[in-house]
């Protein structure tokens, strides 16, 4: 695998997905973009992700 990168569950989805207002999803904070092209994505794009939806207090399991 590459650097070390830490151990996170495979997506942040929290099943309460809404992109009702804008283009991020309440649940997991992700755009409609990452959420598309997660699977493709790799580890470290995915961390970019992680580090910028845990700084803004996401997932959240009550949306």
């Not at 009702?20 to 990452?34: H, I, K, L, S, Y």
């Not at 092209?37 to 207090?57: C, N, S």
Request: aromatic content about 6%; glycine content about 6%.
């Amino acid at each position: 695998m590459s650097k070390d990168l830490p151990i996170r569950p495979d997506t942040p989805c929290v099943a309460v997905c809404s992109t009702t207002f804008d283009e991020v999803c309440r649940g997991c904070g992700r755009t409609v973009v990452e959420v598309a092209h997660w699977v493709a994505m790799t580890p470290e794009q995915k961390e970019v992700v992680w580090q910028r939806i845990l700084a803004q207090g996401y997932p959240r399991r009550n949306g």
